[in-house]
Each structure stands twice: as C-alpha cells, then as structure tokens.
C-alpha cells in the first residue's frame, strides 16, 4: 500500500473486505510499506486482485515471519492488528439521492464495499442497533435546510427537499424538522455510546453537534420552521451535550451559508495550491486506533473545501483527537473521538478530489484518482469496526 507499488489503494480495502466477508481474517500491518495488508494465498484472492486492478505480491512462509518479526521489533513503529468480521456497515441519506451526491458512498461504491441505506423512520425505530458503522451523509441536523436559504429558496430542488422534509416530519408525528432532526440526533448519539462507529463528513460534523447542545432550544428563524427562534438563545446552548466542539458561537442570520464558528471557510486565507493538510503521526503499538485512521501513503494531503471545510482548533474539545490538521491556519481537518463505547470520526470537507465541489458540479471520476490520499482515509474508517480493539493509551 505505499506510493510506489499499488495501482490502485482504494479498490484494495474492497479486496480486504471481500476477504473478511469469507469469515478469512486479514492482518493489516500499520505503518509497513503505506499500510499493507496481509491476506493468505488463495487462487481465488489472486483472481480477484487481477480482476479489479489491485497489485499484491506473493510472500514465502519465511518471508511473512522475517516481517512480522521486523514489525513486532521494540524499535520500530509498527503494527500488526487482526481484522476479523467484515463490519456491516448503514449509509444514512434520504431518499433519491444518488452515490455521488457524498464522498462516502462514491468510494464505497467504487471499492465494491456493500452497503445498506437508512433514514429517520429507521433511526428511530432503533435499526441502529443492526449495524456496525455508521455515515452520517452531508446533513443539516439542526433543522435549517442547509442554510441554503439565501442563495437556493426559490430553487426547484430546494423548495422541494424542504417539502420533502416537512412531509416527512409530519409522517413521523413532529411539528417541525427541526425537532424530528434533534430526536434522529439523539438516537445516533445512543448508538454511538452504546459501542457504534459513526462517521460523519462536511455539514453533517458540526449541525450534529449543534443539534446536540441545543436539544430544548428554538434555534430556527421563521422561515424554516414558521415561528420566530428562542430570545437569546446562544446563552441557552449546552456545551456539555456535544461529541467534539465547544465555545462555539451559532450564525444567526438565514442569509449566511453556516451554522457556527465551528467551521474555517469564511477564515481560510489559503491558495487552492498551498492548500494541504498534514497527518499527525502516533506511536502503532500503543496507539493503534489513530494509527489505523491515519494509514496512507503519504502525510501530506491535499485540501478540499466543503460546506463544513475545517473545524476551529480552539473550539475542538481537549479529549478530541486531532488526526489531520493545517497548523498555519488554526484548523483542525480530520478527528477522532470515543464517547461511551463507542467510537466517532469528523472529516471536514465534501469531495476529497474536488476542491470546491458545488451545488450540479459533475460527479468525481474515481478511476482518475484510485490511489487519492484522501480518498484512503474514508477507507481507513470503513475498515476500522473489524479491528480487535486496544485501549488509547495517549
């Protein structure tokens, strides 16, 4: 899985998952040769490999033992962690949308990785509990349709997503989307303390914890959810009910695209050129569950913009570990937590191979970028439920 050897990164966690979906357990050698993982020598393997275009290499018994020795070494930093299931894995998008409309299900698609889709009625009927990981697509929990007023309200698409959403909270016994969006939230919050793995991407970050801490408090201006917001509702947010941020300051206004200074689009002053992210580096043997995250070929990753580009560094909670960052700019790109038993990862940005993909923008061409770095670190995510797990020691 380094730069230099493998055609095509991405399609090979399908070829890992395909394995582990044979009940075959894999080993996944963190920080050897960008990652690599260790599967046995199987014809049918072979095949497979050759028919989605993934390179590997055929290894003596003598050969395996002389590289996990060199692994388990005291002095190197590396690891070998066993996957053992392949984790069923729930995509929570609405309707009609179609897999290029999020990163997530675009690379799960491209890699062959099955997946099932969800939504609020779901959720709250406590399906949850059936799945192993959890995507969270590009959502606005806090019930403000985007924030997308300004620019999109006399939108076909828009007008009908809003109806669409309205109907929907309707069906489910609610007055308004914003409060069914706060019991969806909540009921992923439970799955997630209850042992869940929840990723989530772009807007998707920072309204779910915005939901979160404003759990008894109107936030929503009348045009969406027809009645005026709570006086003075900042002083009523709670930062104690979040999974990642805190001190954060809401947007009021409709006519402003955020939700938050939680996010560092408006604050970025970055070239598209210059515009990278660098992963942080963990110790494999102590630390294997960042390490497993943060397995790539290269450190360095580029930017991409989003609705939620980034997340302000001195609003991120101190026991939130940041995995990706741009230290220049203050912000935090790409981190981890656990809350409960369980497990959540928050990636700033929509479309790791387009930079500032926009409302009708062309779906992104994953053939052009089967080794995309940034792509990997989804991956990473997706595989991550199949590992045994170790306690975080740092």
Not at 326 to 347: L, S, V
Not at 363 to 387: C, M, Q, W
Request: charged fraction near 25%; aromatic fraction near 12%.
């Amino acid at each position: 899985m380094d730069a230099e050897t493998q055609e095509n990164h991405l399609k090979a966690y399908g070829i890992t998952y395909w394995t582990l979906a044979k009940n075959i357990k894999v080993k996944w050698l963190l920080n050897y040769r960008g990652g690599s993982f260790l599967l046995p020598d199987t014809d049918e393997i072979q095949k497979e490999c050759k028919i989605r275009g993934v390179s590997f290499e055929i290894l003596s018994n003598d050969k395996v033992e002389g590289i996990l020795q060199d692994i388990s070494s005291p002095s190197k930093n590396m690891e070998a962690v066993v996957l053992e299931k392949a984790p069923k894995i729930a995509v929570y998008t609405p309707k009609g949308k179609l897999p290029w409309d999020d990163a997530v299900t675009m690379v799960l698609t491209y890699a062959e990785i099955p997946y099932e889709t969800i939504y609020d009625e779901q959720v709250l009927k406590d399906e949850l509990v059936l799945y192993d990981w959890l995507h969270l697509h590009h959502e606005d929990f806090t019930g403000q349709f985007g924030k997308f007023y300004a620019r999109y309200r006399t939108a076909a698409w828009y007008i009908e997503e809003k109806n669409e959403a309205e109907a929907l909270a309707t069906k489910l016994g609610y007055n308004k989307v914003s409060e069914a969006k706060r019991d969806v939230a909540l009921k992923i919050r439970d799955y997630v303390v209850g042992g869940g793995f929840m990723f989530a991407m772009c807007s998707a970050t920072d309204s779910f914890d915005i939901a979160l801490s404003a759990e008894h408090v109107d936030i929503c201006e009348p045009m969406f959810d027809g009645d005026a917001s709570d006086a003075n509702y900042q002083s009523k947010i709670d930062y104690n009910k979040t999974f990642a941020f805190k001190d954060y300051t809401l947007e009021r206004s409709p006519m402003v695209y955020e939700f938050s200074s939680i996010d560092m689009t408006r604050k970025r002053k970055i070239p598209k050129q210059t515009d990278y992210f660098s992963l942080m580096d963990f110790s494999a043997k102590w630390d294997p569950i960042p390490t497993m995250l943060c397995q790539n070929h290269t450190a360095l990753v580029k930017g991409f913009m989003g609705q939620t580009t980034s997340f302000t560094r001195e609003e991120i909670k101190s026991n939130v570990l940041v995995m990706g960052e741009n230290r220049t700019n203050g912000e935090a790109k790409y981190i981890h937590g656990i809350k409960g038993k369980g497990f959540f990862t928050f990636y700033g940005g929509h479309d790791p191979e387009d930079y500032t993909h926009k409302v009708g923008d062309p779906k992104t061409e994953l053939d052009l970028h089967p080794t995309s770095p940034g792509y990997r670190l989804i991956l990473n995510n997706v595989l991550f439920p199949a590992a045994k797990k170790k306690k975080q020691k740092t």
